[in-house]
């Protein structure tokens, strides 16, 4: 049995290690997902907070090694820590934003990010597409939300919150920019944006008339692929960082939680990417 740590943002904090329900339900048997939680709450609504996640996904991928794991997955769109990670260990560790794209490329020619994120988070998909160069088959980037919903990610009840329960009106939302990339904007293969938007996934793919890429459950599978393949990234591309870098992470997380670091937007209710 092969232990694999979901790491990162993209799911609800149950406070034990179980895993989205979207993963329970592809896993194939021979692997053991694993829920751990980060120890630092950071929202990437800019380019500070998102240093912040990385610093917290490379301490929780590291402390999955210590412990034992046979690979990483960060649950996020965003990949946050995601070259470092590789380079501090050696076990695989895949993101689900790049794994995505590269399926959404082998299912089409062009694709677009359908996003629930407003276009104040903008900077996060620009930066990946630049990063796994992928500018040229990505079409455009749609966004459901405005900026000012933002606002209401604290409340109980917010944007974020209706989607995931399956409220209509938040699905018509989604699929209306999901036809408009098809439609407009030329693109053939639909990638949604984050992996919170899991649980409306299904319905979502079953009203719009192209492939509908869940990064949540296409970014766990590609980890099951990797291990039973028996392969990991090339040490050529990421060179292997010499001395405990584990004692470093865990004192930059131990600092920042002693100053009792809040992300500017307060915290959901439901963790997101």
Not at 44 to 58: D, L
Not at 157 to 169: A, C, I, L, P
Not at 204 to 217: E, G, K, Q, S
């Amino acid at each position: 049995m092969k232990k694999i740590a979901v790491i990162g943002t993209g799911f609800r904090r149950t406070g034990d290690d179980k895993p989205p329900q979207e993963i329970l339900d592809v896993r194939a048997e021979s692997f053991d997902p694993r829920l751990i939680e980060t120890r630092l709450p950071a929202f990437p609504i800019n380019e500070i907070n998102r240093n912040m996640s990385e610093i917290a996904n490379i301490e929780t991928g590291l402390r999955a090694e210590a412990e034992g794991f046979d690979a990483v997955f960060i649950n996020t769109v965003g990949d946050y820590g995601l070259s470092a990670l590789r380079s501090a260990v050696r076990i695989p560790v895949i993101g689900a934003g790049q794994a995505t794209m590269h399926a959404a490329c082998q299912l089409g020619g062009n694709f677009s990010i359908v996003t629930i994120w407003p276009p104040q988070l903008l900077f996060i998909y620009h930066g990946l597409l630049q990063l796994y160069r992928m500018e040229d088959r990505c079409v455009s980037i749609r966004c459901v939300s405005a900026d000012e919903e933002l606002d209401t990610l604290s409340d109980d009840k917010n944007f974020v919150t209706d989607m995931r329960s399956g409220e209509t009106s938040q699905q018509d939302r989604i699929v209306r920019q999901c036809e408009k990339a098809i439609q407009d904007d030329g693109a053939d293969t639909i990638m949604l944006g984050c992996t919170c938007m899991s649980p409306a996934a299904k319905d979502i793919a079953a009203r719009v008339d192209a492939p509908v890429l869940n990064p949540l459950t296409t970014g766990y599978k590609a980890v099951e692929m990797q291990l039973a393949l028996g392969l990991s990234h090339s040490v050529h591309k990421y060179p292997q960082a010499g001395g405990d870098r584990h004692d470093h992470y865990r004192a930059m997380a131990d600092a920042v939680k002693a100053l009792d670091f809040q992300d500017p937007r307060g915290q959901t209710k439901e963790a997101a990417e």
